[in-house]
Every structure is written in structure tokens, then in C-alpha cells.
């Protein structure tokens, strides 16, 4: 167990849908971290939160938004959802928001567009 | 922009066998790291390397960066079934963010 908690586990929809996946970090860690993994793939970086501000964006797309709240939880919004959404959502969490801290994984969110 | 390969994209080993995974990157690297997800699971941070040439072992695992810091190698001695999973290494470039590999799926066979 990391400490770092998603919800919900999955998650089904359909096509044009908006949905929210959370993320709480673990106590003391002030950065998050969002990830998509799609199936058989890679991680690819999403974008990256540090004590309530944007820090870094990766390949994120228009139609995705996410934010960190005061109490440093993280939502990852996504909506107008297509079937190529589908895929394992990772929030990750660091101390900092340095890129040569340690990050710890949630168990993720998958989503499935149908 | 900075990639990150990873070779091979996949390998299947009989149990006892060695295992090595390696990480080319783009650019030159300030640092780099490891991680392995098991099946089903999330990934796991196994280790961090910043120096030039720098070796760091984990029991059975060694973590190897290279002298120019664009190269990157994991091995497995004596691979067991507990190695199974994929193993991520991810680079970061100056004070950019960290660049995840393809990955390189390991089975092993009792």
C-alpha cells in the first residue's frame, strides 16, 4: 500500500460523457501526479500539481482538466469522453514537486468508454 | 521532444536465468529511475541514479547508468517468479519533468 488512494476502482460509461476521478496523496506529500496507461502501453504524463498549482503538463488533452485542492487532494476531469479514452488512470504523489523525488502510485482508476 | 526506449519490449525466461532490460534516452539525463509494475498492480519506485557510471545493487537487481548519462540497464540475476511484471525506467532532462520508458514485460516460467 502507498498511501496514495483513487476512487473509484472503475468506472463505466459511455461515449460523450463527462466523468471525475480522485486522488488523495499521501499525508505530507504536496505534489500530484496524473497518468493515462493504456492497454499494453506506457505511462504517459498528464500533468503534474504542486500544493495547488499547475506545475507541468504533458500530453493532456483540451478536453481533459484537472485541479488540486486546498486539503491537496487532485480531480481529474474528463469529458466528451471517446472509446480511445478508455485506459488505467494513475495519480501518483511526491514530497515535493522536484523531479528527482520518489513517486508513489495509486491503485488507479480504470475507465472503460463504451 | 525527450524520449525514452526501452529494449526489449518484452522477454520470457525460464526461472534461474538472467534477465537485463535496457533504457536509451534522447538527451543526457540528470537523473534516472526505476520502477516495476506487476500484473494488475501499479508501479512501484525500485531506485534513483544521478551519478556518471554509477552502479547500485538490490540484492539480485542491479542498476546500471551510463558514463554519458544517456543509458540506462537493469539486471535480474537468477530470475524468479516473484520478478514477473513490467519494468519502467523514466529520465528526466535538467529540471524537466520525468519522461517514462515503453517498458520491458519480464514472464517467468517455473
Known amino acids: 500500500d502507498s498511501g496514495v488512494t483513487q476512487t473509484p476502482k472503475h468506472l463505466i460509461t459511455a461515449t460523450g460523457q463527462r466523468v471525475t476521478l480522485r486522488c488523495s496523496p499521501r499525508?505530507?506529500?504536496?505534489?500530484v501526479y496524473w497518468y493515462q496507461q493504456s492497454l499494453d502501453q506506457g505511462l504517459q504524463f498528464l500533468i503534474q500539481?504542486?500544493?495547488?498549482?499547475?506545475?507541468a503538463k504533458g500530453n493532456i488533452l483540451e478536453r481533459f482538466s484537472a485541479q488540486q485542492f486546498p486539503d491537496l487532494h487532485s480531480e481529474l476531469n474528463l469529458s466528451s469522453l471517446e472509446l480511445g479514452d478508455s485506459a488505467l488512470y494513475f495519480c501518483?504523489?511526491?514530497?515535493?514537486?522536484?523531479?528527482?523525488?520518489?513517486?508513489?502510485f495509486g491503485p488507479g482508476t480504470r475507465l472503460t468508454v463504451l | 521532444g525527450q524520449q525514452v526506449m526501452q529494449i526489449p519490449q518484452y522477454q520470457h525466461v525460464q526461472e534461474g536465468e538472467d534477465f537485463t532490460t535496457y533504457c536509451n534516452s534522447s538527451?543526457?539525463?540528470?537523473?534516472i529511475q526505476w520502477y516495476k509494475q506487476r500484473p494488475g498492480g501499479h508501479p512501484v519506485f525500485l531506485i534513483q541514479?544521478?551519478?556518471?557510471?554509477e552502479v547500485k545493487k538490490q540484492k539480485r537487481l542491479t542498476f546500471q547508468f551510463g558514463e554519458a548519462k544517456k543509458n540506462s540497464s537493469l539486471h535480474i540475476t537468477a530470475t524468479q517468479t516473484t520478478d514477473v511484471g513490467t519494468y519502467f525506467c523514466?529520465?528526466?532532462?535538467?529540471?524537466?519533468?520525468?519522461?517514462f520508458g515503453t517498458g520491458t514485460r519480464l514472464l517467468v516460467s517455473p
Open positions: 501518483a504523489s511526491s514530497v515535493w514537486g522536484r523531479y528527482d523525488n520518489e513517486q508513489f
Open positions: 499525508s505530507g506529500d504536496l505534489s
Open positions: 500539481y504542486y500544493n495547488g498549482e499547475e506545475r
Open positions: 538527451t543526457t539525463l540528470s537523473n
Open positions: 541514479l544521478v551519478k556518471s557510471g
Open positions: 523514466a529520465g528526466r532532462t535538467g529540471f524537466q519533468k520525468l519522461v
